[in-house]
């Protein structure tokens, strides 16, 4: 069947947003570095920057919704549990990024979940990647080359598409853009 013009667009960008080999390998060894430190950069990512950045995000945590100190929001073991469980599953991304069949799956599994079960807003994966995309260029810094942001860039999407898609596939009402 003929390809309308918005299938091949589409097309397109999947194809310009796709992982090559070296950038998984870039992908792998930057980030073995930030799990090497998992509870301090999973803190870091998500309760100095995330949490403080955007408060709004506390309301699914029935623990710490109310908490405004950062120190107090450190100490909280939900918190600290569910930064465990999203270094866990990027983890596993990262870990089997060529087994794309595999990659799907834990995306699709933590977006089934955030929409059905937490009903988190998709908004908020978009602005949890980003933050967690700083964090690593700082934890980096000067190492960090333009290749290796590249690479962070297109994971980023990587996880953001393939989570909102899941969103969709549950029926979100409010379906966000692909893009980021
Ligand atoms: C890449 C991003 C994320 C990953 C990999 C992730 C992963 C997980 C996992 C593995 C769990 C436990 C299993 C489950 O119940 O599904 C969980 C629970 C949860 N997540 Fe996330 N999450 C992410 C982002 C978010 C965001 C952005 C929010 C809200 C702003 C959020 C809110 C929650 C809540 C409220 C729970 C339940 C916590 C509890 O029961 O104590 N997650 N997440």
């Known amino acids: 069947m ?7 667009e589409i097309e397109r960008w999947e194809r310009s947003e796709e992982i090559s080999d070296a950038e998984k390998k870039v992908i792998q060894e930057t980030w073995s570095r930030v ?10 990512i998500l ?8 408060p709004s995000a506390k309301q699914y945590f029935s623990q710490f919704k109310h ?3 950062p120190l107090e929001m450190e100490r909280s073991l939900q918190l600290r549990k ?27 599994l933590v977006g089934k979940a955030h929409a059905l079960k937490h009903k988190v807003e998709p908004i908020y994966f978009k602005k949890l990647t980003g933050v ?39 029926g979100w009402a409010q379906y966000p853009t692909a893009t980021l």
């Open 2 to 8: 003929e390809k309308v013009q918005g299938e091949m």
């Open 35 to 44: 799990y090497a430190n998992c509870e301090d950069v999973g803190v870091s």
């Open 47 to 54: 309760i100095t920057r995330f949490f403080v950045n955007f």
């Open 67 to 69: 908490m405004e100190d």
């Open 82 to 108: 569910h930064a465990r469980r999203v270094m866990g599953a990027i983890n596993t991304v990262v870990e089997n990024l060529n087994d794309s069949e595999k990659v799907s799956s834990v995306l699709a």
């Open 132 to 170: 967690m995309l700083e964090v690593i260029a700082e934890e980096y810094a000067n190492d960090f080359t333009p290749e290796a942001h590249g690479a962070w860039a297109k994971m980023r999407t990587l996880i953001y598409t393939q989570v909102t898609a899941a969103y969709k596939e549950v």
